[in-house]
């Protein structure tokens, strides 16, 4: 073929970070705590829940929207936990994950020219979506070490093209819970702009010490300009299962159900019956899980003070950021391009520790290039192993 077959936009995309160091672990033999997922199964119950449902003859397609008994449960979390009302109806559809709810709401909002702010270090899906629409990222910087946001930044960025902001509390990669007074200020701009919020909370139920997760569609103003997406992956340690939803209201769902039902049209129907009866027990379940993963990264905290790995403390989701530590002897030079990469390859090949180099979830700053990101959703034996192959690293 002597023809270029495959299309512009899709140009600059490589291969994901995340498949190249879990190759490289594999290949390695290297303790993984750069994989984003447990290396362990949710509950045993959950199983038996969506084998039950296949026993039952749940085995074709479901409705396009979702099973109502899902989106039932799910609009019956939004009132109990953040006093949120929607509709099941017509204003949650269940996606394939949150990757699926994300990409059919970009599809679904954006024009060729739009711009898009996300919050850099960003979920890498945020920008590749954007750039697929024909949307223009633009991005705003969470500043080490406690990874704030400076507000004249983000109004700054705003321009008259300007049509969505995208957040995510709890954040990954860095751990970061927004603040109710971060979230007023991003509320107050979208509403002096009349811009929309994606707001990704995938790991709404991780968060630890005094931080509380907040939904923005909970803020005045917000409600009708607020995608919500999350996912029961996180939630129920199925990250394999991809069920996950979109709430908005219902003009907005309108226009996201029409790329939905062309892109994955429905959602498995056995998994679907599962987690709507998880939901019901999510009273029970919810101290336990998070119990388990408070315990995670306390260990992992307390392991990592033994190494030369300096941890910022993460308020939620299962991530972490470890500076590298050769920089904190070089105060104020900026590290080469690609210089995380650089010392992820040396970890993952001559220490066995995989982790994942951040540079890539930033389109601005430089500030990636000093830090590596360590995932806590993993057994104590692969936490304090990790944590082993890190020691023996010597600067
Ligand atoms: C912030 C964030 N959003 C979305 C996703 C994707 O979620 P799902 O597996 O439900 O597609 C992830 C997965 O790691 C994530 O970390």
Known sequence: MNKEFSAIRIKGMGTSIFSTMS???????????????????????????????????????????????????????????YGLDWNPETEITITAGATEALYSTFQALINEGDEVIMFEPFYDSYQADVILAGGIPKYVTLKKPDFHFDFDELEHTITDKTKIIVINTPHNPTGKVYTIEELKLIAQLAVKHDLLVISDEVYEFLTFDNSKHIPIASLPGMKDRTVTISSAGKTFSMTGWKIGWAISCSKLTDAIRKVHQWTTFAVNTPGQHAIAHAFSRLDEYLPVFQKEYLERRDLLLKELKTTSFNAHIPKGSYFMMVDIPELNTMSGVTPDIDYDEEIAIELVKNYKIATIPPSVFYGKSDEGRTMLRLCFAKSNETLIAGAENLRKYKI
């Open 23 to 81: 190759r490289l672990a594999f290949e390695n033999h290297a303790v993984n705590l750069g994989q984003g997922f447990p290396d362990f199964d949710g509950p045993l119950w959950l199983m038996e829940e969506a084998f039950n449902a296949m026993k039952e003859g749940k085995n074709q397609y479901a409705p396009t929207q979702g099973i109502l008994s899902l989106r039932k449960a799910i609009s019956e979390m939004q009132k109990k936990y």
